[in-house]
C-alpha cells in the first residue's frame, strides 16, 4: 500500500530565472516519499518532488520493509544517473498505479490549505490567550 510521508511545502526558486519564468518560480513544490510494498516483504521507496503538472523522481530504493529510511547501509542512486528506458519504466510504474500528475495537484491544493487552516487557529488560540 503507497504512503504519503512528507512535505516540505517549500518554494523552490530559481537564481537564474527571469521574468517569463516568475510564473514557475512561484509554484510550489511538495516533496513525497511513495513507498510500495509487497507481501514479499521488500519496499520500493521513491523520493519525489511534484510541482505544477511535473513529477521528477529524485532517488529511489529498494529495501526490507520496515527497515528505517534513513539506514546508510542502504544503496540509494541518484535517478538521474540511472538508465534513461529505466527512468521512463519506473515513470509508467508509478502512473499505472494512479500516481499521476493530477494526484499530485490535488495533494498540494489540499495540503497547502490545510497549512493555512492551521494556522488560522493558531491564530485564534493565540488571540484568545491574549484577550483572557
Known amino acids: 500500500m503507497p504512503e504519503y510521508d512528507e512535505w516540505d511545502g517549500q518554494e523552490e526558486e530559481d537564481d537564474n530565472t527571469d521574468d517569463k519564468d516568475d510564473d514557475e518560480s512561484d509554484q510550489q513544490c511538495i516533496s513525497i516519499i511513495l513507498k510500495i510494498h ?15 503538472n511535473e513529477i521528477t523522481i529524485d ?4 529495501k526490507p520493509d520496515g527497515e ?19 527512468q521512463d519504466s519506473l515513470y509508467r510504474y508509478l ?6 500528475s493530477s494526484l499530485f495537484e490535488f495533494l498540494r491544493e489540499y495540503m497547502t490549505n ?13 488571540k484568545g490567550f491574549i484577550e483572557h
Open 68 to 86: 528505517d529510511s534513513d539506514d546508510m547501509d542502504v544503496y540509494r542512486p541518484k535517478f538521474s544517473d540511472l538508465d534513461e528506458k529505466l
Open 95 to 100: 502512473e499505472e498505479r494512479g500516481f499521476q
Open 114 to 126: 490545510k497549512d493555512e487552516r492551521e494556522y488560522l487557529h493558531w491564530l485564534k488560540n493565540i
Open 59 to 62: 532517488q529511489l530504493t529498494m
Open 38 to 52: 509487497k507481501k514479499m516483504g521488500t519496499l520500493l521507496e521513491f523520493n519525489c518532488t511534484a510541482r505544477s
